[in-house]
């Protein structure tokens, strides 16, 4: 079993950042530099969009965030981040963390979240105009 705890919760104005925090542990964290990890967010009555993906080989960003967001893992300490920069109103959603996505990162988001295999719990990000 593999736990995901986000933070980094927050509220900010039109052109701010935001960094995501995303701790990995569990019994299956000896497979995790193996794995695809990433971002999905879902905003109310729409489906799950997939923000970033990384393993050992590559990144990967939806169209939406590229040059704004950078995902990263910190090997040592097993924490996954999203930094987001200049972000807009309609990045507004909760965030979800997600753990040994099905492919690899630079195979993109096709495989949608049914693709997923672990997720945190959820963590509201707005952006005010």
């Known amino acids: 079993q593999v736990q995901l705890v986000e933070s980094g919760v927050g509220s900010v104005q039109s052109g701010g950042s935001l960094r995501l925090s995303c701790a990995v542990s569990g019994d299956s964290y000896s497979d995790v530099h193996d794995w695809c990890m990433g971002w999905f967010r879902q905003t109310p009555g729409k489906d799950y969009e997939g923000v970033a993906l990384?393993?050992?080989?590559?990144?990967n960003y939806a169209d939406s965030v590229k040059g704004r967001f950078t995902i990263s893992h910190d090997n040592v300490n097993g924490t996954l981040y999203l930094q987001m920069n200049s972000l807009k109103p309609e990045d507004t959603a909760m965030y979800y963390c997600?753990?040994?996505?099905?492919?690899?990162?630079?195979?993109?988001?096709?495989?949608?979240?049914?693709?997923?295999?672990?997720w945190g719990q959820g963590t509201q990000v707005t952006v005010s105009s």
């Open positions: 990384i393993d050992r080989y590559a990144t």
């Open positions: 997600v753990a040994d996505v099905i492919g690899r990162a630079e195979d993109g988001f096709a495989v949608g979240p049914t693709g997923v295999a672990y």
